[in-house]
């Protein structure tokens, strides 16, 4: 099981940007379908965006296309989400995740194999 620790968040103003960073500390990191999500508290945790083993697949939420770009390098074991114009509606804890048992795309909460820790994001408005 790969372990996966997160980093980049903070505090950004209305339409800045922030680049988040996952880093696995296992060798098997190429073979999982990465994926980020993030939280408000008292709300459900909810799916951002997501790359397949290879990298040749990804998916977007509808909310955040055009803006966020999530990219992964298996040479370092990391996976990326670059957030541009961002939004008070972004502010949230993201948390990476990974899994090797869906084949979809955009996965439920409940399909997570790990998490990562959880970074926040705070967008001003």
């Known amino acids: 099981q790969v372990q996966l620790a997160e980093s980049g968040g903070g505090l950004v103003q209305d339409g800045g940007s922030l680049k988040l960073s996952c880093e696995g500390s296992?060798?098997?990191?190429?073979?999982?379908?990465m994926v980020w999500f993030r939280q408000v508290p008292g709300k459900e945790r909810e799916f951002v965006a997501s790359?397949?083993?290879?990298?040749?697949?990804?998916y977007y939420v509808d909310s955040v296309k055009g803006r966020f770009t999530i990219s992964r390098d298996d040479a370092k074991n990391t996976l990326y989400l670059q957030m541009d114009s961002l939004k008070p509606e972004d502010t949230a804890v993201y948390y990476c995740?990974?899994?090797?048992?869906?084949?979809?795309?955009?996965?439920?909460?409940?399909?997570?194999?790990?998490w990562g820790q959880g970074t926040q994001v705070t967008v001003a408005s």
């Open positions: 995740a990974a899994t090797l048992r869906s084949a979809r795309l955009r996965i439920g909460v409940d399909e997570v194999e790990v």
């Open positions: 296992g060798r098997r990191f190429s073979s999982y379908m």
């Open positions: 790359i397949n083993w290879s990298g040749s697949r990804i």
